[in-house]
């Protein structure tokens, strides 16, 4: 017996070690990374996996932007498997082919094998968003693209550093085929770092502890999370779910693409079943298995409570098909640079929508649906920069059971910092001009959406925009009976020659000196039905200018009144007579 | 001039207000050092005036006496604090660069959890309806590019104060550079509402990044009026009291200020409380010869650890505090909730959890017998006999064994499987990983390897645990101070006087104007000095220079010191400090890059008034026998095997007494364990020394 309470106790202690490191490494990619994509946005994230059998197992992570999340494993795997036989100390991985267990081939996974006596035994990893990627299109998306070369560079499993030695050849090669060279190998040097790091740290823990008990105690902490996960579904009723969702389009004039989730809860067993979506499409919406994968896990992970720890126990109970072929589930050499927005955004909207059936108090986080746009020119030495306009589309945050929605993006994304004003008018040039909530610009519901976004951002140099419109025609959803969002709106040389109201994909649209970008960025979905949010909230939302009087008559049935000294008060008799007779012209 | 040396009459005191206790250190003009703790009270002044009153009476002097010769207080005061953990603060407006009112609101996308949507908002301290746009515009080099629009100011000051706003604050984007729109708001504000409490960010954080600056700014508004109102009423009981001197208060960066500048600043004083604790603990590091420390302070609900090097404590910009970004340098204080009444508990997925969920000081633990029935780290120790149940608090409180032993079987013992021992190890050993991890997110996580550091334990319990520690991170000595019970006073009484000015200027490292910096740095030495005020109780004045620096395309600064002998910063000290940076860099990030170009972001001057220093009191060494405090022998757990241990009355102890573990040491206050094969030595000051044995590389 005081043998067993020591190993469960020494399962924790190993495992909040772990998790530590992995947040160590997360912050020295923070702190050293270059490019704004890494240190304003945080767009990457930090884990550590074991080498189970020929398999990696996730051991401990470090939350970060949380749809790498389950990418960053699937990589790790492909790596582990092309260089099984071939691993040493000193050894750096590198691989983004989204057909290759990635997501885009944006995003960069570096691996570096930590050795216990000759054996590899546990695996640093990073994964990144990185600021280009060669390919015909500064910053990456190119909604032209018609295949996985037209993507960007693509990178098979290969090694950048064999036994400490960095292989110069390689980098090259790589650097060479970078616009943001300068950036890249900061970049680079980053996450090398943070592995290197982490490295110290896990050789401390393994001559602590020694490899079996190490081993001993990551089965128990991933034998824990998986229980807790098991407890989560099993609280749910069994039965079959279906809810499908669409993306507006493919960027190449294919429209409303079908992503259908069919959830089956089993017991403690949870299985999502892609069929039914639509065939992969030729645009770069097409999203790789793994991506697909990962968008399922993180619609799952925000069902659950928040404090089980995130590692291979979270995926045993969850398992996951999609027919090959699909939009979720693309043969090669279908494009998928945009997966992670679109169809990715699509896949955990369904997968929600399909488990609100069953457990209504869980679901809440949205799609976010970005209406992407990136702006590219030159500095006045040449130099190129790319502005990726974050303050545009940053937001969405949808309600959940309990409580509103609120600040910027739904939580999944918020590892994604964004940067600050006045640095980007330090280091781009531009201006912000605006960056508000708008009134009367979300999902309506017993909770409402975070609200809608006005943006405006003035480009001071002569530049050429490129914009991926998302959340049009299918706009971000709420649940239970909660409100859709408002449509996306993007307005190049907004009130200027050559204004341009978007329509579903521009690219390389030319900005004079001085061209003024506009965008209204939705709010998030609603969470249950408008006519059952307390009066007091919607006149308090009306005070506040969230909710105009309008909007509150419109959307929540509810009547405030100007109180004659410029503020406002709730008509509570109106309001209740009104709302019954809403709800039984409802009902009939 | 030296305020103690020649008036032998003249007192020194330091008051560190707590949740639960008042504690007070006084100082006399010879050295000597008195301390006492008072139960604190509702409205923190009555507990101050208890506690003056007793430890005069100790003194055997009446309390108007005793205040007229007193020439210093020195207050820890969480006023502000409080007034931000309880969104009890003033009600405040926003003036803001028109079409930028959701700053606050967007918080840069930051929230708490990345996976909940269930996680509710932040409380909004100042609610939408009451934030401003008006028209006004600077660009990134500061010129105006949209002028100041007055009359929609006046409407909207008007506006609030009709709303009835008790502060207002002001934030414009680029403010930092060119304050003149918000130094003219401020004088519009000063006109239309005379005495409303006015914060404007050019003066509270003249930095870039407009999120955390409003942030900060917006809390100091907030938080600035609850603390003026305070230290104004606590300073006329004073005088009314008979009370002359001066009153200062400890600020978060670990100096202190005068009222005045305190009140304005209130932002400053977020960690007025704890800022004590680590001061002190570098004060005694400088007498004992360890310039290098880790200090740990554990109290009723929380576990806070900070680092000092060469005697500087870390400080850190990154700090939240109630849901709200504070940018200002403060100490680098971390807090965990893993104190002595942290609640043990088992979760869902049968893994033994401590905290954060804590029984507070009432009902506290179950063993307090005041009705708590949570098990908490406190009834663990008492169950394993780290604790005299007869000797809690110098006796003043009993302990009640076999409610702790009831609460820790039913929530712990027996969901597990365990007996009420092994439990309470689990319970301990979970607390003390967790402390274990606390140092090291202040150490290996921040470039410092712990195993170079002397650990100081401070707080009731903070000396139970720390042996642990010690060698789960490789530290050689722990020191337990004398003063452990009272160190954040002893911290007020003894730290100097701080100011800490700051400016963005943006530039690259290698074409630096170093005549523009030469300017700034006068000009922020200006400032400082008529903020520090008459400095009357400074011996000497010192000036320190950093620079923030980064590689080009990095958004994280490194703060690096730069050495001048001069007032002037030439080329070759810049080159030297640029030099330190990548090594700071590689120390902290694993990598350096000398080639790449280094950029400048922040200028920072710290004015230190320098007071003199307290003349701790020395006994020379006598026996090693510490027989003569020997109270008994008792039976402890630090494995499932009891372990008789030599019990000792701290209070007994002298210089030279050594006690080689296992061995319990109670004393008023605090309790140490001395772990097997641990050595405990009583040093010339009273302070505790504890050697741990260094264990072989992979060794345990």
New interface residues.
Partial sequence: ??ND?NK??LS??VG??LD?VA??MS??V???????LF??AHDYTTGIFDLHGNKSRLVAQA?GC?LHLYAVVSAVDRLVEAFRYDLHPGDVLLVNDPYYGGSHSLDWTIVTPVFHGRKPVLLPAVRSHMGDNGGPVAGGYNPRSRDIWQDGLRIPPIKLYERGEKRRDVFEMILGNNRLE??LE?DL??M???C??AEE?IRTLL??YGGDQVREAIDSRIA??E??VR?EIGSWPDGTYTAETFADHDFQGRRDIRVKATVTVKGSDLHIDFTGSSPQVSGFINSPLSNTTSFAFVAV??C?D???PINEGYMNPVTVTAPLGTVVNPKLPAPCGHATACVGAEIAEAVLLALAQCAPER???NAHKLPLAYSHGEYEDGRPWVNLNFFGY?GG???????????????????????????T??QYPC?I?????REDYTGPGKWRGAPGLEV?IQHLAESRTSVMMAGVRNTIRGFCGGGNGPANQVVINDGQPGAMDVPETVFDYPMPPNGIITFQRSGGGGWGSPLDRDPEAVLDDV????VSVDGAFRDYGVIVREDGKGGYRLDADATEAHRSRLKESKRK | MNISSNEQTSWMLGIDVGGTFTDLVALDGKGGLHSTKTPSTPDPSIGVMNGIAKIAGMLGEETGHFLSRCSLIVHGTTVATNTLLEYSGAKVGLLTTEGFRDEIEFRRGYKESVFSPRLPAPYPIVPRRLRIGVPERLDAAGNVIRELDEDAVRKAVRFLVDEGVEAIAVCFLFSFINPAHELRVKEMIEQEAPGLFVSISSEVLPQIREFERVSTTIVNAYTGPALQRYLENLERSLHEQGFAGELFVMQSNGGVQNIVQSGKLAAGCLLSGPAGGVTAAAFIGERIGHSDLITVDMGGTSYDVAVIEQLQPSLTTESWISRYRIALPMLDIHTVGAGGGSIAWVDSGGLLQVGPRSAGSYPGPACYGRGGTEPTVTDANLVLGYLNPDRFLGGEMKLDAAAAEEAIRRHVAEPLGLTVIEAALAISEVVNNNMSNAIRFVTTQRGYDPRRFALLAAGGAGAVHAGRQAEDLGIETVIVPRFAPVLCALGDVSANLKVTELRTRFERADKVDLDAINRLFDEMEQAAREKLGSGRTAIRFETRRYVDLRYEGEVHEVTVPIKTRTRRVTALNMEATIAQFHDIHERLFAHQNPHSPVEILNLRLDLLGVRDRIPLHEEPFGDEDPAPAMTGRRTVYFGAEPVEAAVYNGDLLRPGHMIVGPAVIEQWGTTIVVYPKHEALIDAFGNCMIEIRREREGGR
């Fill in positions: 017996m005081a309470w469960r106790i924790q202690v909040g070690t530590s947040q160590e912050a020295v923070t702190r050293t990374s270059r490019s704004p240190n304003e939350p949380t300068h950036w900061g040097d980053a090398i770092g943070a290197r790091v740290r001559e602590r824990y999370t229980r807790r407890e992970s925000t659950c928040e404090d089980i679901v809440g986080v940053t945050a949808g309600a959940a059971y309990g409580t509103d929605g609120w600040g910027l993006y739904p939580p999944v994304m918020t590892g994604v910092i964004l940067p600050s004003i006045e640095m008018e330090y201006r001009l605006k960056h508000e909530y405006k005070r506040n200018g969230y």
